[in-house]
């Protein structure tokens, strides 16, 4: 079986675009999302319409549950104070600007899917199988990760939400971050998902693309998108 899974789009369309063109020319045979699908770029509404549109199945993220809640805030997130102001400031104007059918549609995906990968428990969340708040670092002690596929009880489990790709196994459990097709942190501004492969091993590999960050940037720039995201969408 050939999964293909990205998420933390953050309503980024440009490089949502380049995703699943890129997932359809590969090729697969279950295309899932991580969840966060707004937040953080200018094409919040148009980026949760191409994902109905393309009936991806998908979990939902915390910032998904925030703008579902119409919180006033988004809460503590990154450390990194840069980054926290330029969230906060991109959440309130998403906030402002999405519709309640888009809202609605947020705030009902579920928490977790899961599902049988040629004989293996697989399951696809946001963050971690207890919350979608924690954050589960590569470099997290064995012992917590020991927990956190405890609480999963699968072994394959993929997520997001650090915005960092990786894949590690912990005591034959695969844990599988698909990394952040719209905000990634991890160094690298180009867009991307994981390809994850069973047919009696676990293969994983990750892509990643270019995509348009001009067009993001003027679309910002039209739409009245907060300042200080070139740095992100630019690298």
């Known amino acids: 079986m050939k999964i293909i899974a990205f ?3 953050h309503g980024n369309l440009p490089a949502l675009e380049v995703v699943l063109r890129e997932a359809r020319a590969e090729g697969y045979d279950l295309l899932l999302h991580t969840g966060d699908l707004a937040g953080f770029a200018p094409y919040p ?8 549109e393309a009936r991806i199945p998908g979990v939902r993220g915390e910032v998904d549950e925030r703008i579902a809640a ?3 805030n988004l809460g503590a997130r990154d450390a990194n104070p840069v980054v926290r102001s330029f969230e906060e400031r991109a959440y309130l104007w998403t906030l402002e600007r999405i519709h309640r059918t888009s809202r ?3 705030g009902n995906l579920p928490f977790e899917i899961k599902f049988d990968t040629d004989g293996r428990d697989t399951v696809l969340l946001h963050a971690t199988p207890i919350d979608n ?3 589960l670092w590569e470099d997290r002690d064995d012992g ?3 927990d956190m596929g405890d609480a999963a009880a699968a072994d394959i489990i993929i997520f997001g939400h650090t915005h960092r790709a990786y894949h590690r196994v912990v005591d034959g459990r695969h844990f599988v971050n698909a990394g952040s097709v719209g905000f990634p942190l991890d160094g690298d501004a180009r867009t991307g998902y994981v390809v994850i492969k069973t047919n009696g091993n676990i293969e994983v590999q990750f892509r990643r693309f270019p995509y348009d960050t001009e067009r993001l940037l003027k679309t910002g720039a039209a739409r009245g998108f907060t300042e200080g995201g070139e740095q992100f969408f630019r690298g």
């Open 7 to 9: 998420g933390d789009i």
């Open 45 to 52: 509404e148009e980026t949760i319409a191409l994902v109905r």
């Open 70 to 72: 119409e919180a006033e």
């Open 104 to 106: 609605n549609y947020l």
């Open 133 to 135: 708040v924690t954050c």
């Open 144 to 146: 917590f990760f020991r």
